[in-house]
């Protein structure tokens, strides 16, 4: 199962973790800010699942967790400055993009007997 829906679940776990300290940080309420960051952890968890391999756009889960990283820390550090709780879930943020680019991935294709394998973000038969 890991190898072949690795980076989904990184991002699964990211988007656990990321609520997880959203809720359980300051003041153990999710506000308008703490309720964004779990919206941007969710879709990076349902991008990188949804996103199929594909041997023509071989790093498209890495760039979708990438991206959306990139989103969660420049939201965290533009609306109220950042705090120092804050640099930790921008930290988390930075680890799901590299565990996503780690994690393995694999499909079985369309032509019988191929499967597409995605390892470190790149292609490996």
């Known amino acids: 199962m890991i190898r072949k829906y690795g980076k ?11 609520t997880g300290y959203q809720l359980l940080s300051g003041d153990n309420q999710i506000d308008q ?3 964004v960051s779990i919206i941007i952890a969710a879709v990076t968890a ?9 041997p023509a756009f071989k790093s498209a889960k ?3 967790g990438a991206v959306l990283a990139g989103l969660q820390i420049l939201v965290t550090s533009i609306i109220g400055g950042v705090e120092p709780g804050e640099w930790m879930l921008m930290a988390i943020a930075m680890c ?3 565990g996503i680019g780690f ?13 597409t394998q995605v390892n470190f973000g790149m292609y490996d038969d």
Request: a negative charge.
């Open 8 to 18: 989904a679940l990184v991002a699964i776990v990211y988007a656990v973790v990321t």
């Open 46 to 54: 349902i991008g990188v699942y949804l996103v199929p391999l594909s």
């Open 33 to 35: 800010v703490e309720a």
């Open 62 to 64: 890495t760039i979708i």
């Open 103 to 115: 994690a393995p991935a694999r499909t079985d294709s369309p032509v019988v007997g191929q499967t």
């Open 96 to 98: 799901s993009a590299l």
